[in-house]
């Protein structure tokens, strides 16, 4: 985001995000379809997913759709808008949050697959 607001003069060149919302074995082929592959691209790095559920053959950092939404929407305001972030888009994980809490409280985190790749997430 740093890139593009130097590169644009401290403005956000695009009028829309797209969110590809489908599962990780769809995004691959709804992202190279030919009408969208002229569309420009952001890529989230280094952001660890805290998903409940195991992604065979895909890193940890392959966000579920809410937390690039998340994600994006917080590295946007801080970079386009205010560094100081007072928690706006924090409800968006609403949801996310409840169910997350929830697996953890149905299963043994010791026993989800998803938990014994990223052992931080028992804690």
Request: proline share 5%; aromatic share 16%.
């Amino acid at each position: 985001m740093n890139r593009l607001k130097v590169e644009h003069d401290g403005n956000f060149p695009y009028e829309r995000v797209i969110f590809i919302d489908s599962t990780w074995n769809q995004t691959h082929k709804i992202s190279h379809d030919p009408r969208l592959i002229h569309i420009p691209r952001v890529k989230l790095c280094g952001i660890e997913s805290l998903f409940w559920r195991y992604q065979r053959g895909n890193p940890t950092t392959h966000l579920a759709t809410i937390e690039a939404v998340y994600h994006f929407s917080l590295i946007y305001y801080r970079a386009f808008v205010s560094q100081e972030y007072e928690g706006d888009f924090d409800n968006l994980l609403f949801l996310f949050r409840y169910m997350f809490n929830k697996i953890r409280q149905l299963y043994d985190p010791k026993l989800l697959r998803a938990y014994a790749t990223r052992p931080h997430l028992t804690e």
